[in-house]
């Protein structure tokens, strides 16, 4: 069993940042490709990024590129999302997600395995 916690989330102006982290359990963090999503009342769940087990590939959602950027620890088995530039439609709870198998950068919530329990990420206009 993996166990993903989130943390990070807040309130923000228009134009800030945040950072959120996402802190794994288990000794096999390394061998994971990790995603993070995001969600708003009433609508489906959301790509937003997803690292590769090694943090040499990466891949992002169009309305993110260039101003998110996910990273991993894979000593420490945290993975983060670096949020600037932020805009009053990021708000959503955001949820990091764990794929325990090295292939290719997956983009749909279905191909995760395990799922954090979302961080909340408000940004105000």
């Known amino acids: 069993q993996v166990q993903l916690v989130e943390s990070g989330g807040g309130l923000v102006q228009a134009g800030g940042s945040l950072r959120l982290s996402c802190a794994t359990s288990?000794?096999?963090?390394?061998?994971?490709?990790m995603g993070w999503f995001r969600q708003v009342p009433g609508k489906n769940r959301e790509f937003v990024a997803v690292?590769?087990?090694?943090?040499?590939?990466?891949y992002y959602a169009d309305s993110v590129k260039g101003r998110f950027t996910i990273s991993r620890d894979n000593a420490k088995g945290t993975v983060y999302l670096q949020m600037n530039s932020l805009k009053p439609e990021d708000t959503a709870v955001y949820y990091c997600?764990?794929?325990?198998?090295?292939?290719?950068?997956?983009?749909?919530?279905?191909?995760?395995?395990?799922w954090g329990q979302g961080t909340q990420g408000t940004v105000s206009s």
């Open positions: 690292i590769s087990w090694s943090g040499g590939n990466t």
């Open positions: 997600a764990a794929r325990i198998r090295r292939d290719l950068l997956r983009t749909e919530p279905y191909e995760y395995d395990y």
């Open positions: 288990g000794r096999t963090f390394s061998s994971y490709s």
